[in-house]
Nanobody, 123 residues
Framework: QVQLVESGGGLVQAGGSLRLSCAAS????????KGWFRQAPGKEREFVAA????????YYADSVKGRFTISRDNARNTVYLQMNSLKPEDTAVYYC????????????????WGQGTQVTVSS
């Protein structure tokens, strides 16, 4: 079974940057595609970014494209989300997820989830 733990969240001013990390365990981790989702209070969980199991393909929500970058280091069992030019509307709990299926933009397509890390962007 794959287990995921996020870190790197915090409070940052608008225009600033943060890098989130997702540490994973499980012998089959490298064969899973990985995604980042976020959920603000009163809102549904939404897709942010995803990366294929070998890192060859990446996907981004329109709201973050050009500002966020997803990457992975399979040797370290870690997935990253570099967030630049942060905006107040980026404030949310960010979740790392893994799927053995094809990459989708819906949370229902992911089998494994971390507990989330809070990102707060002040104006």
């Amino acid at each position: 079974q794959v287990q995921l733990v996020e870190s790197g969240g915090g409070l940052v001013q608008a225009g600033g940057s943060l890098r989130l990390s997702c540490a994973a365990s499980g012998r089959t981790f490298s064969s899973y595609a990985k995604g980042w989702f976020r959920q603000a209070p009163g809102k549904e969980r939404e897709f942010v970014a995803a990366i294929s199991w070998n890192g060859g393909r990446t996907y981004y929500a329109d709201s973050v494209k050009g500002r966020f970058t997803i990457s992975r280091d399979n040797a370290r069992n870690t997935v990253y989300l570099q967030m630049n030019s942060l905006k107040p509307e980026d404030t949310a709990v960010y979740y790392c997820a893994a799927t053995a299926m094809l990459i989708t933009y819906t949370p229902q397509g992911y089998q494994y989830w971390g507990q989330g890390t809070q990102v707060t962007v002040s104006s």
